[in-house]
């Protein structure tokens, strides 16, 4: 059977798609994905960001503070781009890569890195500090962070909230169940840090829209946030790829919402 015209330019478009496929996933692959800087994504995806500003905010409480903790600070990027740091500034971070790139941001800006496995105790003595702050912590050690604030100190954490970005989470692994969607829920976070004895003085929450532009971007996402799909990688998930690949470029923008809340809670004083 001789092929239509329009089976030849049928035929043309999926092979020019095939080859954009590739050559997106194969640069999006190949990228560093060190630090917590989102930079590359620039043109590839948008994120709508909290209206209350967690850099501005969290440099306005550092400018006030003589000694101050930033937990899991990743590259160091939100911390450096504080106006002014306490006289007494550290950081922990627990990815070797990581802890290479903060201390060469940090440093010389004043502050001292230290490498810190994710899990208690933190490394300093009791009452150590009189502001600790952390921008999107895996996880949150409310009894460790009661005991190294100072009385009358602050922790201030802008976190992920629940079933964030779970559209493109279940596209990859599928439905997930109730108590996984409802997990890191900001009122299970209210109850923890008043079990550990702080006193909850702000808690907020928004529900932000996320757009994946091509499936480059959605490869270095999973890359950097490897919580999202533990054990991503192209060869496992190429055949899911290439689909939302088509979607993406025949449809538009592959659409999902991320949660976010910002806690504040103080040690009695």
Partial sequence: MTATPDDVQA????????????ELVAEADAVSVDGWDFSWLEGRATEER???GY???????????SAALDIQTGGGEVLASAPKLPPLTVATEGWPPNVARATALLHPLGAVVVADEDKPP??????????????????TWWEEIARVLAPGGTYFSQQVGPASVFELVEYFL??????????????????????????????????LRTEFLDIGAVV????????????????????QLATLHHLIETEGPFVAHTTRFLIEARKPG
């Fill in 174 to 207: 599928g439905p997930q169940p109730p108590h996984v969607r409802a997990g890191r829920d900001p009122e299970q976070a209210r109850a923890a840090a008043e079990a550990a004895g702080l006193d909850v003085v702000g808690l907020r929450t928004e529900r």
């Fill in 50 to 52: 909290p209206s209350w």
């Fill in 55 to 65: 850099a501005r905010a969290m440099g306005e409480r550092l400018g006030r503070a």
């Fill in 11 to 22: 035929a043309a478009a999926a092979a020019a798609e095939r080859t954009r496929f590739e």
């Fill in 220 to 239: 270095y996402f999973l890359r950097k946030v490897i919580w999202m799909v533990p054990g991503f990688t192209v060869d496992a998930y190429r055949t």
């Fill in 122 to 139: 933190l490394p300093f003595g009791d009452a150590a500090f009189d502001l600790v702050v952390s921008r999107h912590p895996v996880t």
